[in-house]
């Protein structure tokens, strides 16, 4: 809150605690509507919750959205737990649960310029002693899932709609719209982002970009042992 409104405000958030990741879209992209987007981003449309390049091995484990403009009617961003949505799963449907910790699903993006990144790994992760480590979930970027046996197939697939369905619950979802200067930075590694619609009236100018939380964490850890130092 209380930001600078100019075009690359995002870095010195990203500066305060590590390091941009650069990917192809460049140290950061634009979200803003376009004549002829590339991207479902770069549209008025709503977009579903979801964690962005899981195309990727390994995801950017943060994102950053910064905004510049958000005068248009609507366009709120909406924020859910994906470790959340997976317990809730798990609760109600525990085989499914387990077969979408089990088997991989397939992630794919193809841009310009000879982009082609494929990543193979389950929807729902966990550490060897259980723990949740991590959601990959974007209906966009899931490409044939191949590695489920034919006889965990349907119950795989049902697991899939029961936790799309459970992210999709407006109880799930945190639900703000940011002022020019305001940004959040969310753990692409748990959080599913989202944004709801908004209308040609207006204008709506979000700057977005890829951090690590290694650099957060290490930034975290030397405050910390600073303050024990002084105390």
């Known amino acids: 809150m209380g930001g600078p409104v100019e075009s690359g405000a995002l870095f010195k958030v990203a500066n305060l605690f590590g390091y941009i990741r650069e990917t192809n879209y460049g140290r950061h992209f634009e979200v803003r509507t376009e004549v002829n987007p590339s991207n479902l981003a770069y549209t008025g449309l709503g977009l579903q919750a979801h964690t962005d390049n899981p195309y990727r091995d390994p995801v950017p484990t943060l994102q950053i959205l910064y905004c510049l403009e958000n005068s248009a009617e609507g366009g709120e961003n909406m924020v ?91 109880s799930m979802e945190v639900t703000f719209k940011l002022a020019p200067g305001e940004s959040f930075i969310v753990d692409n590694t748990r959080v599913l982002h989202a ?34 130092k002084a105390a």
């Open 80 to 170: 859910v737990d994906g470790f959340r949505a997976a317990e809730r799963l798990r609760e109600e449907f525990p085989r499914g649960f387990d077969l979408l910790t089990r088997h991989c699903a397939n992630f794919e993006y193809s841009g310009s310029a000879g982009v082609c990144l494929r990543s193979r790994r389950p929807m729902i992760e966990l550490a060897p002693d259980g723990e949740l480590v991590g959601i990959r979930f974007n209906n966009r970027s899931t490409a044939a899932i191949t590695d489920v046996p034919y006889e965990d197939m349907a119950d795989y697939y049902a697991a899939y709609r029961r936790l799309g369905e459970i992210i999709d619950d407006s």
């Open 195 to 228: 944004r709801k619609g908004y209308s040609g009236a207006g204008s709506r100018w979000l700057q977005g970009c890829y951090a690590d939380k290694d650099g957060l964490l290490s930034t975290l850890s030397a405050i910390e042992l600073q303050d024990r």
